[in-house]
């Protein structure tokens, strides 16, 4: 190889790796001006008081966290203990994400389960999966508990423990 | 350079600065189109100019359109629909169009197929033009997000909740996607970006290079005979017109063209004034709503049947879980069509009437694309469910044969 070709090729490798450098930097950039913007993750947190808001038994309520359902259930005495329940007191909570696990459609509530209209999913009142495609029980939401005050969006040991009896 | 004294403004100096009449003969007068084809061959000129239509209603959208969470459904639906003078018909014009294209589409898809025009040199034809259907899909759903109805909202919802399948979830991709926790204001701006600007240039690229592709191995024709083109535009151009196999692209390939599009722009001017409400889903009349699902939810006619292969299987196999089977013959259902030519072993070109097994393979495919678009519309349930499910069985087992019969036909003929 004479001297007049390698550096020419010197040339070449040294363009094409700061070239490829600017190019990989670049697409970093670009992939974050896609991520949600900082006042949409600040804008995460949620408080409900379960003893607040005229909760009725076998009745849930449908509340709104990081733009998303959030199911609350007050179970009736007829319905299955679970594990996963949260209890507060003498009182079982079913608290869930309520997007079908499947697409994310809003399963609605039908006597004693939730059925997605979508594609025929069915949600038992623990939020478990009992027909159709999706592939795993309601999501639980990271909330913290403060005597009967939910705050989600915080994580806490009850959230966790309720995901873990799901998991 | 050579020295040009002509002024630019005589036909003479133009042409000498910019060889406009070679240009022409290259593209136009001296591109060779086989004689024996049907109206079927007219899709491509009938695609482009519908593609045109929806670029300039496009246009007039775009002026009053606003990409806004709070302002998008009544830019539509009061600015455009209302107040703007013939709003309403650039609306109906751009959706119309929107569905019709998908129909060409579909026809001009399945004529390469009948035709076998996919392969033996046609491969980057059959290739660039499945990348137009896919790039045609995204410009559809993007569109579809616009006007900010109840069904843009869970359409939008749903198809990017695909990307939280699995371990995609892990990676934040969905949050990526839509710019949020949820399908948001974000969304829909980058989705503007997306349907306006970044997808119809990849478009008009692709065209470009779909009509290149078509350059070199010329177009395919009926008994799919293997043609001498410099030999039959030799005759052609000597005034043997009768005896020639070959006509020129402009003005006698074309002229026919305009006479199956004028038949089709009857057909789309028809829809457009007289039966729109076909592309105008009354659910979208509904301002988007998070916290609201409607009662049944289902996609255009023309994603139905991929629609279906995704939630045809509805209970858990194979140590699987429905979704995750459903999933991976959904994303296989979106590609494999452009694989078609690999699949293909028949080693000759041959229209499907003369090849009986294949002719039988693509009826039965047609039909089975026709059932999976039908259910697809139904509720998923009951009897429904099982439907999808054999029809996207059905859909799986044509794939897997096509090889196998292929070249079953080649056997028979003597051809392997």
């Known amino acids: ?167 | 350079m050579a020295k040009i004294n002509e002024s630019l403004f005589t036909a003479e100096g133009f042409d000498k600065r910019m060889n406009a009449k070679k240009f022409w003969k290259v593209m136009m007068t001296e591109y060779w189109i086989p004689k024996d084809i049907n109206f079927l061959w007219a899709m491509g000129v009938v695609l482009a100019t519908t593609f045109a239509i929806l670029i300039v209603s496009g246009i007039f959208l775009m002026m009053y359109y606003k990409p806004d969470t709070a302002l998008a459904f009544d830019s539509v639906n009061y600015t455009i629909m209302q107040e703007v003078a013939y709003g309403w018909l650039f609306r109906h014009m751009h959706g119309v169009a929107a569905s019709v294209v998908f129909l060409i589409i579909y026809i001009h898809m399945f004529t390469g197929i009948y035709y076998g025009s996919y392969k033996k040199g046609r491969e980057m034809i059959w290739i660039s033009g499945m990348l137009l259907f896919v790039t045609f899909s995204a410009a559809g759903f993007s569109g579809y997000m616009l006007p900010w109805g109840q069904m843009s909202y869970w359409a939008a919802a749903v198809i990017t909740n695909l990307f939280a399948g699995g371990s995609l979830e892990a990676w934040g991709l969905v949050e990526w996607i839509r710019g949020g926790f949820a399908v948001g204001d974000a969304t829909l701006t980058r989705f503007f970006m997306l349907h306006v600007f970044l997808l119809p240039i990849v478009i008009i690229g692709i065209i470009v290079l779909h009509f290149y592709t078509l350059r070199i191995p010329h177009v395919n024709n009926q008994e799919s005979e293997d043609i001498d083109y410099d030999a039959e535009a030799e005759k052609y151009l000597a005034g043997n017109k009768k005896e020639s196999k070959v006509i020129p692209f402009w003005p006698v390939f074309l002229s026919k063209d305009f006479a199956v599009l004028g038949i089709f722009l009857i057909f789309y001017f028809y829809l457009v004034f007289f039966n729109y409400n076909f592309a105008m889903d009354p659910v979208n009349f509904d301002p988007a709503n998070a916290m609201v699902t409607p009662a049944h939810i289902y996609p255009e006619w023309y994603f139905l049947w991929s629609y279906e292969t995704l939630r045809g299987p509805f209970f858990d196999m194979f140590g699987m879980k429905a979704m995750d089977i459903g999933l991976i013959i959904f994303g296989l259902a979106q590609v494999i069509f452009v694989i078609f030519p690999f699949l293909d072993k028949d080693p000759d070109i041959l229209p499907a009437h003369k090849r009986p097994r294949f002719m039988i393979w693509f009826w039965i495919m047609i039909i089975d694309l026709l059932v999976l678009s039908v259910y697809g519309k139904l509720p998923p349930t009951g009897a429904n469910a099982w439907v999808g499910f054999y029809a996207t069985a059905a859909f799986l087992l044509l794939w897997i044969s096509l090889p196998f019969i292929t070249k079953a036909d080649a056997k028979a003929r003597g051809a392997l």
């Open chain 1, 1 to 167: 190889m004479s001297k007049e070709t390698s550096r020419r090729d010197f040339l070449g490798y040294s363009f094409a790796a700061v070239a490829a450098v600017g190019g990989a930097a670049s697409l970093v950039g670009m992939k974050q001006a896609w991520d949600p913007l900082p006042s949409v993750l600040a804008a995460g947190f949620t408080t409900i008081d379960l003893a607040n808001i005229g909760l009725e038994p076998g009745k849930p309520q449908v509340h709104t966290w990081r733009g998303k359902p959030i199911f609350v259930l007050l179970k009736t005495d007829d319905m299955e203990k679970f594990d996963g329940d949260l209890v507060i007191g003498e009182k079982r909570y079913t608290v869930v994400i309520g997007l079908c696990t499947h697409l994310g459609c809003i399963p609605s509530w039908k006597k004693d389960m939730w059925k997605c209209a979508c594609h025929g999913g069915e949600f038992n009142a623990n939020g478990q999966e009992t027909f159709g495609p999706p592939p795993k029980p309601f999501v639980i939401p990271p909330f913290s508990v403060n005597d009967t005050v939910l705050t989600l969006g915080e994580e806490g040991t009850e959230s966790k423990a309720m995901m873990a009896a799901r998991a």
